[in-house]
């Protein structure tokens, strides 16, 4: 009975092994040309990432730097079209390098330069092509448009946006300059509750805050105004 059961397990063992060369065989070429494929997908990801996208993003960098210089200076004209001596402006370094993290930048850079030169619509235009998280930059680019429609006297939005870009940015730095930006806005509205509101919690939560040190002036304007 052993020998029988043992013979009977050898069997098995060997009618495995063939069922599984059978499947190998049959399928060898599909099972060959995926393992190809998964190789050549994380050779091509690899390759990408280290012969174009981290050269790409170096060079992105590298045309950025001087607009950042000329940025400093307020010469946004040049900042964003760029000189004659090889520098090719914030708008071509954004659609050259489309895709990288400088690009996107550029788009910051080149619609604040918009601003400064008074082309709202432009600038509008620009600063919403800008995609970012950063704690300090993305509520800034959003206090920036906020301050576009303002100037292109599109009142509701502008004020509805500075108080985002302030809840967005919630630090002492930012949040209290747009706060004040929408308070004026909705006293120029007549919005007097909404411009208290607006002054209270730079009293109450930025009061470390430069634009705290006065702050009660502006909410007892508000109040009275609102009389």
Do not use: W
Request: charge should be negative.
């Amino acid at each position: 009975m052993a020998e029988q059961k043992n013979h009977h397990n050898e069997l098995n063992v060997e009618d495995a092994l063939t069922q599984s060369e059978a499947f190998l065989i049959k399928y060898k070429k599909a099972i060959i040309g995926a393992v190809a494929a998964v190789i050549i997908i994380v050779v091509g990801v690899l390759c990408y990432k280290n012969f174009y996208a981290e050269p790409r993003e170096e060079k992105a960098q590298a045309a950025l730097f001087k607009g950042q210089e000329y940025f400093e200076q307020n010469a946004y004209e040049m900042a964003l079209n760029g000189d004659s001596i090889g520098y090719i402006g914030f708008l071509k370094v954004a659609d050259q390098f489309s895709g990288t993290k400088a690009a996107n930048l550029a788009k910051a850079y080149a619609g604040i330069c918009y601003q400064n030169l008074g082309k709202y619509d432009e600038a509008l235009k620009t600063l919403e092509g800008f995609d970012g998280n950063d704690q300090m930059v993305a509520p800034a680019i959003q206090g920036a448009i906020g301050n576009c429609y303002a100037q292109l006297g599109q009142l509701d939005k502008a004020a509805s946006t500075l108080v985002k870009a302030a809840d967005k940015a919630d630090n002492n730095t930012l949040s209290p300059i747009f706060l004040l930006q929408a308070g004026e806005i909705f006293v120029k509205q007549g919005k007097y509750d909404d411009a208290v509101t607006a002054y209270t919690k730079i009293k109450d939560k930025y009061f470390q805050s430069y634009q705290a040190m006065d702050i009660d002036k502006y909410i007892e304007q508000a109040k009275l105004l609102k009389k």
